[in-house]
């Protein structure tokens, strides 16, 4: 198969046509080899607009999702990342091209092990995979100038918002299936915050929620 080819179609035919435009982040995702984050035995559907089964029930959101998170943080080069799920690396070497350093945390330790050993064979030296509540953030290392979800939430945890520094940006995919939407929350004081609906989408769960209940007392 020609990875080469199929990684340019993927940015061309499938991420431009969902609003992502910034030059730099499609330079990124034309030179950082999907292929190596993906397991073997779906090596050859690693470019396709699909996801993609990880271990212990796990998945790889699509390209356009992932493509689509990042782009709208905005990242600017120097900021400190928290990204919650890291899956098998994959967005977090993007986001590692994008900015100055990511603390990137994952409850499953298999998965975290496995991603370690990913971002090195691509030479992605400013990450850090840690096992862990992603939920709980990672407040010794904040305040932090984006944060970033990678699965869905019945809704934002506080917890992960007071690591936000003042002006700092959270997006996240919020809501019960099947109706999810992105959402960026941006941080403007100790306590003020606001909140901005992007687009609709459905992804799987960040792993070790607890749903919020359905009675009323």
């Not at 330079?27 to 396709?48: C, G, H, M, N």
Request: aromatic share 6%; with cysteine; glycine share 6%.
């Amino acid at each position: 198969m020609n990875f080469d080819q199929a990684r340019f179609n993927m940015v061309e035919q499938q991420i431009r046509t969902w609003q992502v435009l910034d030059l730099k982040l499609l330079d990124v995702l034309l030179k950082i080899k999907r292929e190596i984050f993906t397991p073997l035995s779906y090596q050859d559907i690693a470019y396709t607009d699909t996801e993609i089964p990880l271990a212990n029930g796990q998945t790889m959101l699509t390209p356009c999702i992932q493509a689509r998170l990042i782009h709208d943080l905005h990242l600017t080069g120097q900021e400190k990342v928290l990204e919650i799920g890291t899956g098998s690396g994959y967005s977090t070497a993007i986001l590692a091209n994008l900015c100055k350093r990511v603390i990137s945390i994952e409850c499953d330790a298999e998965l975290a092990i496995n991603a370690k050993t990913n971002l090195q064979k691509a030479s992605i030296g400013n990450a850090e995979v840690r096992v862990g509540d992603g939920l709980q953030g990672s407040p010794a290392e904040g305040p932090f100038e984006a944060i970033i979800l990678q699965g869905s939430v019945p809704e934002i945890p506080q917890q992960l918002l007071d690591q936000l520094q003042i002006n700092g940006r959270l997006i996240a995919v919020v809501g019960e299936d099947p109706m999810m939407q992105a959402c960026i929350v941006t941080r403007h004081g100790l306590e003020s915050f606001s909140h901005k609906t992007l687009w609709d989408t459905v992804i799987p769960r960040l792993e070790g929620l607890e749903e919020p209940s359905q009675f009323h007392f």
